[in-house]
Structures are given as C-alpha cells and as structure tokens.
C-alpha cells in the first residue's frame, strides 16, 4: 500500500471514530488517540518529503498548521466534561474542522504529491506509515 493509500484509509477510520464518538462519548479517547498518531506518522513520514518540494511546500506546511489547530481543539475536550451539553457542540466543530483538513489533503496537496516520488518510494512511505502506526497504537 503506498503512503496516500495508507493515510487516506486511515483518515476514513478517523472519520468513522468520529461519528463514533458523536453517539458514544467514551469512544472519545480511542479518537484522540488515532488523530495524535495519524499527525505525527502523516507529518514526520509524507509531509517532511513533501515540504521539500517547493511546490508543494506552503501546502504541506499548512497541513502540520492545521495539525496544531486540531491538536488544540483535542486538548480542550479531553479536559471539558463530556456530560456538559457543550461537548458535543465542541467535537461537532472539530469534526466539522477536521472533515475539511481531510479533504484539502487528499483533494490538493494528495493529488499533486502523487507526481513526486517514484511508486517504490511510496509504497516503502505507506510500509513505514502503517508499521509505526501499528506499533504507536499498540502503546498508547
């Protein structure tokens, strides 16, 4: 599986755990979970090698931006009482955030990092990406 296959499954899991969470609050930390993973594997792996391409560097850059924002937004909830009527709101918002950080990925910056490597190269990216995704999940 090459790396744009890799993340754009997961971001599917991502989405489904969202729709989890929305209707079963304790599935909350299983979420939180996936997008730190997701984040760090995403950026240390693809987005590293694409902010190396000038053109696609503002683009992958903005991505690990919109990490950070997203990150944020989960450390405000894991904190927040999940009985508090806002909560849900509160993770409404970040799903709606996160939905479209999604698809500006696998719209714009995926579709064009697609015309960068090699295919060998993405399939050792998508290899590492779900190792370690693999083996964070495990710990965490």
């Not at 009482?81 to 696998?106: A, Y």
């Not at 998508?126 to 495990?138: C, I, P, T, V, Y």
Request: proline share 2%; no cysteine; net charge negative.
């Amino acid at each position: 599986m090459n790396i744009f296959e890799a993340i754009e499954a997961h971001h599917d899991q991502l989405r489904n755990l969202f729709e989890k969470a929305l209707s079963d609050p304790s599935a909350f930390d299983e979420l939180n979970k996936h997008l730190r993973v997701h984040h760090e594997n995403e950026e240390q792996i693809l987005l590293a090698a694409l902010a190396g391409e000038k053109k696609l560097r503002d683009e992958a850059l903005e991505s690990i931006e919109e990490h950070r924002v997203i990150e944020m937004m989960l450390i405000n909830l894991k904190d927040f009482p999940k009985d508090n009527e806002r909560w849900r709101i509160k993770l409404e918002i970040l799903q709606e955030f996160t939905e479209h950080h999604l698809e500006e990925e696998e719209e714009d910056l995926f579709k064009n990092g697609r015309k960068v490597f090699p295919a060998d190269q993405l399939e050792t990216m998508g290899n590492s990406f779900e190792a370690r995704k693999k083996q964070q999940l495990e710990v965490l």
